[in-house]
């Protein structure tokens, strides 16, 4: 039904009104699902790259693909508790598709108040963690190794995929409003991947 929807839900099909809610719902839950296991079971099984989608409803950020799904926190829960029992582990987040609604001609950006709210999100579980900017450029990090990187313990790069981190206009990239974020430097953008 709409209240699962994410922004990206598919448009319904001509003659939708042929296909019942119930069917509907149980293709898209099929379809929408890309894992199965948690984010920590996947990070002991041993991937170290996630592509969050972020939304929210009703006050509370939500991953989603197609349905909404776990709440972020959770997911972010997930990746706190493997750090904590990590030695020298890299893990790789990027957050991105950041907009609300459920694709029934009401999705929109996130406001700036949203984006500040989320990158406080982000930060709080995983700063002990984060590998931060800190002024250090695309080719400051292709010259680092992995080895220089968690050398001190486990780190997160955190990519901040939408035009209020990094915008480009006209061939024309720089960063955009989130650089008056008190956390702008602890992320990175999708360039940097």
Request: proline share 6%; glycine share 8%; charged share 20%.
């Amino acid at each position: 039904d709409e209240s699962c929807r994410g922004p990206d839900f598919a448009d319904p099909p001509p003659m939708e009104w042929l296909v019942t809610d119930e069917i509907e719902n149980e293709v898209a839950n099929d379809v929408a699902r890309a894992q199965t296991q948690t984010v920590l079971q996947q990070l002991n099984g041993g991937i170290r790259s996630f592509d969050l989608r972020v939304t929210q409803r009703r006050g509370v950020f939500l991953v989603y693909h197609g349905l909404l799904g776990k709440p972020l926190a959770t997911v972010l829960q997930d990746i706190r508790t493997f750090m904590e029992q990590s030695g020298q582990e890299f893990v790789v987040v990027g957050v991105s598709h950041l907009q609300t609604g459920n694709n029934d001609a009401n999705d929109q950006p996130f406001s700036p108040e949203l984006h500040r709210l989320l990158m406080q999100q982000l930060v709080d579980p995983l700063g002990p963690y984060l590998y931060p900017r800190n002024g250090r450029s695309q080719a400051d990090l292709r010259a680092t190794t992995l080895g220089q990187v968690v050398a001190d313990g486990p780190k997160v790069l955190l990519i901040y995929g939408d035009d209020y981190f990094w915008k480009c206009e006209a061939g024309v990239c720089d960063f955009g409003a989130a650089r008056n974020d008190p956390h702008f430097e602890r992320f990175w953008h999708l360039g940097y991947t």
